[in-house]
């Protein structure tokens, strides 16, 4: 990594992500997120619950079920604070039927392989266990380690595995297509003075204008959602 990250950065970012502000390109599917998160987590049983978070550099979901935790365990190519291990997806080193819950949010589209990483996941949940998943749909290619995208039709075929799978767009073909407009123009932006006054003036419009827009269309028309949301249990 190019930066050493403090507690205090990747606490940061977690918030953020957790609790968006309007100035976020990603407010529109962030926030969704989390609605469906909270939802989803209400109805997994127990309280003393043994998490693994994979890709849990900022563990942004944490604070959903802080009160519930009996072991909480990240797994990251990249180091932070509160990276537990430095393990790759597809080789996750844990034995099977351990945890009670896995989180593995906007991770898969980086992984060349993504379903070794969904076989990992699935090795090491207990049986009736549950993950949490998000995937990109309708996004920029922000890395060049971006290898995928995904479709509802995909994600049921990756997950098949599973017992139960819920699919949830994270907003309509509206919100994503605004969405990607704010991203786009925070990456035309080239210098950092033009993406913090993108994201002062623009951005804020376009998330506000996307929230009205969905309230008046009452479109379910999700062709064009920038993410979906995923409960998969085994």
């Known amino acids: 990594m190019s930066r050493i990250e ?10 953020e992500r957790l609790y968006p502000s309007l100035r976020n390109s990603s407010y529109l ?7 469906t998160f909270e939802r989803w987590l209400s109805a997994v049983p127990g309280s ?11 563990q942004p979901y944490r604070p959903l079920i802080a009160e519930r935790l009996r072991q909480y365990v990240a797994v990251d190519l990249a180091e932070s604070p509160l990276v537990t291990l430095r393990a790759d997806a597809c080789t996750l080193p844990f034995p099977e039927n351990l945890f009670d819950l896995v989180f593995c949010t906007q991770v898969l589209e980086y992984v060349p392989e993504p379903a070794e990483a969904v076989r990992e996941i699935h090795r090491v949940l207990k049986p009736g266990g549950v993950a949490l998943f998000s995937f990109a749909a309708f996004y920029p290619r922000i890395a060049d380690d971006d290898y995928w995208r995904f479709t ?20 309509s073909s509206i919100s994503g297509f605004f969405r990607a407009s704010a991203v786009c123009l925070s990456i035309f932006a080239r210098y950092t003075w033009m993406r913090a006054l993108v994201g002062l003036t623009i951005v804020p419009v376009l998330n506000v204008s996307a929230l009205l827009l969905e309230k008046i269309a009452r479109t379910s028309n999700d062709q064009a959602t920038g993410n979906y949301s995923v409960w998969a249990q085994k």
């Open 48 to 58: 003393s619950l043994r998490v693994l978070d994979v890709g849990g550099r900022i």
């Open 152 to 171: 509802s039709a995909g994600l049921s075929h990756r997950l098949r595995s599973f017992g139960r799978v819920e699919i949830t767009p994270e907003g």
């Open 6 to 15: 403090t507690l205090e950065f990747v606490n940061g970012e977690g918030r």
């Open 29 to 35: 599917v962030l926030s969704r997120r989390r609605q």
